[in-house]
């Protein structure tokens, strides 16, 4: 059964990028593969990936498009699918918008019993959250405080933490989203 999930890395004050979009911040900090939350562990099981437009943006300006599996992307503009490099296999990307539930559908389909990742930002992930289908969130919080910026998940949430570590700079949890009745 696929869980949908929000990995995600914030600033200790709550914030996945600055108020000018910027994960400078972030990426600057010392990773260590194998610690808490992987990112290579995290990826081999995801098989369908959402993010909202701002994120798609941000992917395209830095770096490009770099995921195999099928992507929806909540707009509500006309946004042009990720340019293909020579040789190269065509990215699987949909455009959405509305009620994120035939999103999920989509991707629960396109997935194939493996996990879905709802990349960014936070309200999208609540958007899914307020739908009743956001199942976890692994979060890596960075050492730095922002003081503003992009929330990262402006929803009022009852949250277990089922796993907690470290990965270089960066405190890690798992949280399972409480739903009413488990
Ligand atoms: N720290 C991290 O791990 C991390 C992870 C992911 C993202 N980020 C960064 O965090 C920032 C997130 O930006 P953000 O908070 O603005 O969120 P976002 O979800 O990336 O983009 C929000 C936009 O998506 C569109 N959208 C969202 N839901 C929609 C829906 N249901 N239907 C139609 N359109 C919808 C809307 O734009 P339009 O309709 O105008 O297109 C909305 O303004 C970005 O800078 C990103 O790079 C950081």
């Known amino acids: ?29 010392e990773q260590a593969p ?15 990936i959402a993010m909202g437009s701002t994120t798609y943006e941000w992917v395209l300006a830095n770096g490009g498009w770099g995921y195999e599996m099928p992507a929806w992307v909540l707009t509500t ?47 999208l992930a609540g958007q899914f959250a307020d739908a009743g289908l956001l199942d976890e969130v692994h979060l890596s919080i960075a050492p730095v405080t922002l003081a503003g910026g992009r929330p990262l998940l402006p929803r009022r949430l009852d949250l277990e933490l089922i796993e907690h570590s470290t990965n270089g700079a960066f405190l890690t949890a798992r949280h399972r989203v409480r739903r009413q009745g488990n």
Not at 13 to 27: K, N, Q, Y
Not at 36 to 47: H, K, L, Q, R, V
Not at 96 to 118: C, F, I, N, P, S
């Open 77 to 123: 503009r006309e946004l042009a699918v990720p340019p293909v490099a020579e040789g190269a296999a065509a990215a699987d990307v949909h455009f959405a918008h509305g009620q994120v539930t035939e999103v999920y559908e989509a991707m629960r389909e396109a997935a194939r019993g493996k996990d879905l990742w709802v990349v960014g930002g936070g309200d």
């Open 1 to 29: 059964m696929s869980r949908l999930i929000y990995y995600v890395a914030s600033s200790l004050d709550g914030f996945i990028a600055d108020e000018h979009d910027s994960l400078d911040w972030l990426l600057s900090q």
């Open 34 to 48: 194998g610690g808490g939350n992987d990112y290579e562990s995290f990826i081999a099981n995801i098989g369908a």
